[in-house]
């Protein structure tokens, strides 16, 4: 990596964020104005959005627009964005009085715009609509940011496996030749999404309002709800609405992609959409019997609540229509094993991701036929194609550097004095980008009460968990500030 940073494209990238940015904080004015609420929490945030928005555009004259990104460009780029949107976007919350100290209002905004889902807000319905529904689009801006980085931008830098298992090289060629066509109708898929989801919910007798922001929170699999009960007070239809919806959105949008190019063959070759639907379908239909014979739930009840808890956690959603801290010890130890699950590539979930967990297993089948057959050549095969060693390689470590950062992580907040369930699953959480967790951080609970050194940890997790890991820990190395 001895290419030298190219801080004019750095800026251009960043100064097109702030001008999005600006924009989404003045629709919020709209919403404001439509409730007779203070507009001016936003007017002060759009001008300063606005203006950073300005001074990097400024500063990026004389940039040559058929230059290329590099890999190091990429990777600052990519992290100084969600850190500066966290930042910016946490300013409503301070203004407004909402959300009082920086790192609470911090905590809450890159929650949203990285899709997690947590929060620090102990009564979420005193705030005012507009400053909810903000709280809301942060999660669907995320969304489609996230959605463009692993399709459009970890391709090329090959972080994790990412040039193989995200996509099929046939698509990959495509993106690359033709970034904004594809890009475009992505963002056409992403908005397809979320009004079908609106519209269905409004027709189970959600408000509009309502509607729009469940509807955010569940295509960018965030979670957040201007409701204190999330979903759960809701009726069963709106429910099936949203775990559907929850299905769609954790499913790796080449996925979406291939079925509006009609390209069925390549659907049904996806191993690791196989993968995921019968991870769902296993863990569900297992929690679902242990509410049916350990707490003599009806069957209906039974499948909805274990079947929508468990595509919330393993899409990395964040809703929740039951408290499972109150289901059987072993239901919930299975919902905090399905924290590390994780959605598909090429997704608004977070977490280490199915394929990776596919190859894995795969890895783990080679081992032991390999011990029976020592002189074998074994390949291991992914949609029909060799893994080569250097992705399969890239894929273990990123496993391995996955659960070193969690167990960094919780040891930092049990030092803080945090107890050990809550500890491992605010870490396990926030590097996945699920929200809520168990112990003191269950789904009837929220992260108010945490230290606020244990916050900004958890908000660096956020950080670096939705980015991969790598795109964020690599500017702490020396070699990367090198020319």
Not at 38 to 60: E, K, R, T, Y
Not at 476 to 483: A, L, Q
Request: one cysteine or more.
């Amino acid at each position: 990596m001895n290419h030298q940073i190219n801080y004019k494209i750095v800026l251009t990238v960043l100064s097109r964020n702030l001008f999005i940015l600006t924009g989404s904080l003045l629709v919020c004015c709209l919403v404001a104005i439509i409730y007779s609420e203070n507009v001016l929490p936003f007017v002060f945030s759009a001008m300063v959005s606005l203006l950073a928005g300005f001074m990097a555009f400024l500063s990026c004259k004389g940039f040559d627009k058929n230059e290329k990104i590099q890999r190091r460009d990429a990777y600052l780029t990519v992290t100084l964005s969600w850190l500066i949107i966290g930042l910016i976007g946490c300013l409503p919350y301070l203004l407004s009085g909402g959300i009082p100290g920086f790192v609470n209002a911090l905590f809450e905004s890159v929650s949203g715009f990285t899709t997690t889902g947590s929060s620090i807000l102990t009564d979420i319905e005193r705030l005012p609509k507009s400053i909810l529904f903000w709280r809301s689009l942060t999660h669907w801006i995320g969304g489609i940011g996230i959605i463009v980085l692993v399709i459009v931008i970890m391709p090329s830098l090959q972080i994790g496996g990412y040039h193989l298992f995200t996509l099929e090289s046939s698509l990959q060629d495509k993106i690359q030749s033709k970034i904004k066509s594809v890009g475009r109708r992505l963002l056409l898929i992403y908005i397809i999404l979320t009004l079908s989801e609106v519209a269905l919910l409004m027709a189970g007798k959600m408000s509009l309002y309502e509607s729009v922001c469940h509807a955010f929170g569940t295509v960018a699999t965030g979670g957040f709800s201007p409701k204190n009960s999330s979903i759960g007070e809701y009726s069963s239809y709106i429910q099936y609405v949203i775990m559907i919806f929850m299905v769609l959105a954790g499913t790796n949008f080449a996925i979406h992609y291939y079925l509006y190019k009609r390209e069925f063959r390549k659907i049904k070759e996806n191993e690791e959409l196989r993968f995921y639907l019968l991870v769902i379908i296993v863990l569900g239909l297992i929690i679902t019997g242990t509410l049916v014979f350990k707490m003599q739930k009806p069957p209906e009840m039974a499948f909805r609540e274990s079947f929508f808890q468990v595509i919330s956690i393993i899409t990395c959603t964040g809703f929740a229509t039951a408290d499972y801290l109150e289901w059987p010890e072993f239901a919930w130890a299975l919902i905090f094993i399905a924290m590390f699950f994780g959605g598909s590539t090429g997704s608004t979930a977070g977490g280490i991701k199915m394929v990776r967990h596919l190859m894995a297993l795969k890895n783990i089948r080679k081992v032991f036929r390999l011990s029976v057959l020592p002189n074998a050549i074994i390949p291991i095969r992914l949609n029909k194609h060799i893994v080569n060693d250097q992705t399969n390689y890239s894929i273990l470590t990123f496993i391995s550097a996955y659960f070193t950062l969690f167990a960094t992580g919780s040891i930092l907040l049990i030092l803080m004095g945090i107890d050990g369930q809550t500890a491992t699953s605010s870490v396990a959480t926030c590097m996945a980008g699920i929200g809520p967790g168990i112990g003191t951080v269950g789904p009837a609970s929220n992260f108010a009460h945490l230290p606020q050194m244990a916050k900004v940890v958890l908000t660096f997790l956020m950080l670096v968990g939705r980015l991969e890991i790598y795109t964020v820990l690599i500017l702490f190395s020396r070699e990367f500030w090198k020319n």
